[in-house]
């Protein structure tokens, strides 16, 4: 097995850990591949060392490519310039394409490889290079459906125009938007971690094969005896995601400032809603982005996560939020329904802020469900963790060869 991903997310690592598990795996392709035990790695500063780990790629336990290395770490470096490289904003798409070239140029030399796994916007090459070698191709899509996402935001942008401008779905161009369904087209299986994801696909003109559902896992869980739950007072509520409103800013914002002192808000995160001329009132703190380890430490502080997203593939806050005992509520457009129940989470119906508002009030008015709902969310965190998800995508894309 092949997999390819140009910045090496966490499901990303545990597919490609999930194939090198039982000697599966040919090669992990990616961007930039670093070790972070590496002397003068370590002594980067603190955002630096954070962004060197995510590009340690050791727990595969297998072959690693790095295929662009110098042009991740320019893009990288971009990053105080507004995203811009030599004046080209577009440096994420041109890292996409050059890796997914890479892979494809490695498929080419290497006749032994009999499937490739690859992802939206880095697949479209190495799967024509598969196609003519008979080589089998595994396509995981992320998060919904591109025809759907711009329907919801058209439709969203009539409900909260101010806010429209915090969506940028309408950016890709028609081109990058025809690569995307080429890539659907020519896959020979779809993976998605959410129904929502599933559903969208119904938006595609032509016919693709069926999608087989598998969500992400989750981290370790806590030990429930480690946390402070909740007895009654002001109700601490976190939200963790970009800040616009196809997270669903728009509507915490405004169910949140109706509540007043009875809750407080924290806020990690960046992105266009933090420059809305939105009323910071005395209860909404905004803490701006956090490592990993740091959202998990918040999470720690807080009573319930808020993700009432609008448009999602997965969402891996939620399970994050669910192995650190918080009462989750987020909304039918996220994995949520794939990973936990009504006994475990709290399930409302994107773009509706009544729902919302319904459900924080009845945490106030019942402080013990709070408890109940995130020790619950702790079982079912430790009964599907990363270790699960791996075993089952083996399951589902090397059946019996196993």
């Known amino acids: ?88 904003p577009d440096s994420i798409d041109r890292l996409y394409r050059k890796v997914d070239c890479a892979a494809a140029r490695y498929l080419a030399r290497h006749a032994d490889i009999s499937a490739v796994y690859c992802y939206e916007d880095a697949a479209l090459e190495t799967f024509r290079v598969a196609k003519a070698a008979g080589v089998r191709c595994i396509y995981e899509l992320p998060i919904g459906y591109w025809r759907e996402h711009r329907r919801i935001k058209a439709q969203e942008a009539q409900r909260r125009p101010d806010w429209a401008q915090t969506w940028n779905v309408d950016k890709d161009s028609a081109e990058k938007c025809q690569r995307k369904d ?16 599933e559903r969208s696909l119904a938006r595609f003109p032509g016919t693709v ?21 909740y007895k009654g007072g002001v109700l601490k509520l976190l939200f963790v995601g970009e800040l616009s409103q196809r997270k669903g800013l728009a509507d915490v914002l405004e169910v949140v400032t109706q509540f007043g002192p009875r809750v407080q808000l924290s806020l990690i995160g960046s992105g266009p809603g933090a420059k809305m001329n939105w009323d910071r009132a005395s209860n909404i703190r905004l803490l701006g982005s956090r490592s990993h380890d740091g959202v ?10 808020l993700f009432p997203s609008l448009f999602e593939g997965f969402g891996m806050v939620i399970t994050e939020a669910m192995s650190q005992g918080l009462a989750v509520i987020a909304s039918d457009c996220t994995g949520l329904p794939a990973v936990a129940d009504g006994d475990s989470a709290i399930q409302v119906t ?17 402080p013990d469900k709070v408890e109940s709902l995130g020790r619950a969310a702790l079982q079912r965190a430790a009964r599907w963790q990363w270790q699960d998800y791996r075993a089952n995508l083996r399951q589902l894309t090397l059946g019996a060869t196993v």
């Open 350 to 366: 994107a773009g509706v802020p009544a729902q919302l508002s319904e459900a924080i009030e009845g945490l106030l008015r019942a």
């Open 182 to 197: 080429d890539e659907l087209a020519l896959a020979d299986q779809i993976i998605v971690a959410s129904a929502f994801t």
């Open 1 to 88: 097995m092949l997999v390819v991903h140009p910045t090496g997310n966490q499901n990303s690592r545990h597919a490609a850990r999930a194939f090198a598990e039982v000697g599966r795996l040919d090669a992990f392709i990616t961007a930039l591949s670093v070790s972070a035990r590496a002397a003068p790695i370590r002594f980067l500063p603190d955002r630096l060392l954070d962004e060197a780990r995510r590009r340690d790629f050791s727990m595969i336990g297998g072959k690693v490519v790095s295929v662009a290395p110098l042009s991740e770490l320019m893009r990288l470096a971009s990053r105080n310039f507004n995203g811009r490289v030599a004046g080209k």
């Open 296 to 305: 998990l430490e918040e999470m720690r502080r807080n009573d319930v996560l």
């Open 209 to 229: 094969v069926a999608s087989s559902l598998l969500p992400y896992g989750c981290p370790s869980a806590i030990d429930p005896a480690s946390r402070n739950w």
